[in-house]
T-cell receptor, first 113, second 115 residues
Framework: DAKTTQPNSMESNEEEPVHLPCNHS???????IHWYRQLPSQGPEYVIH???SNVNNRMASLAIAEDRKSSTLILHRATLRDAAVYYC??????????????FGGGTRLMVKP | DTAVSQTPKYLVTQMGNDKSIKCEQN?????MYWYKQDSKKFLKIMFS?????LIINETVPNRFSPKSPDKAHLNLHINSLELGDSAVYFC????WGGGANGELFFGEGSRLTVL
């Protein structure tokens, strides 16, 4: 799996937007960009994914650079419950590996009241 | 109903013992996984099974033996436990190939402490 680079940690104020960056300069044409988050003492959970176009769902938005070498996860209004480690992962749909995901270090998001 | 459930949630044991962690998913998925999260919080894939057959084994020691009695269950048995086995073990499942979203569904984890 291609590698991703994320800041180790970020801070945000409650009810403000948060932009979590991810660099993936070696992304290939068959790589989807996935975001997961891990709340304290829980398993990771899916947040959003995309290929080329920006994506929105009830949890977040995903902005993908035109050259696909970076992406940004956007939480429109951070709450205390959004404090978690956020993982940016590349998933190669060209590989028949049963959807295995390789997690990096992620970004620990701290939300201040 | 919990989609992916693991038991036990906590396990404290002595070095040299043998222990098992059980995982069950009620999502009808074909593929199940075991991940290990160590003290530095890195999540690493250990095994992947599809329809009861092993498809990924990421150079895990032979002391770790996954067993899949049916596609809804993937249990992890660990022989001769070592201090370095202390970690949180996560079970996950997905449709084969990932389905529409490529989404993995994780359990809540089983924290193993080896003394």
């Amino acid at each position: 799996d291609a590698k991703t680079t994320q800041p180790n940690s970020m801070e945000s104020n409650e009810e403000e937007p948060v932009h979590l960056p991810c660099n993936h300069s070696t992304i290939s044409g068959t790589d989807y960009i996935h975001w997961y988050r891990q709340l304290p003492s829980q398993g990771p959970e899916y947040v959003i994914h995309g290929l080329t176009s920006n994506v929105n769902n009830r949890m977040a938005s995903l902005a993908i650079a035109e050259d696909r070498k970076s992406s940004t996860l956007i939480l429109h209004r951070a709450t205390l419950r959004d404090a978690a480690v956020y993982y940016c992962i590349l998933r190669d749909v060209g590989l028949n590996a049963g959807n295995m995901l390789t997690f990096g270090g992620g970004t620990r998001l701290m939300v201040k009241p | 109903d919990t989609a992916v459930s693991q038991t036990p949630k906590y396990l404290v044991t002595q070095m040299g013992n043998d222990k098992s962690i059980k995982c069950e998913q009620n999502l009808g998925h074909d593929t199940m996984y075991w991940y290990k999260q160590d003290s530095k919080k890195f999540l690493k894939i250990m095994f992947s099974y599809n329809n009861k057959e092993l498809i990924i084994n990421e150079t895990v020691p032979n002391r770790f033996s996954p067993k899949s009695p049916d596609k809804a269950h993937l249990n992890l048995h660990i022989n001769s436990l070592e201090l370095g086995d202390s970690a949180v073990y996560f079970c996950a499942s997905s449709p084969w190939g990932g389905g529409a979203n490529g989404e993995l569904f994780f359990g809540e984890g089983s924290r193993l402490t080896v003394l």
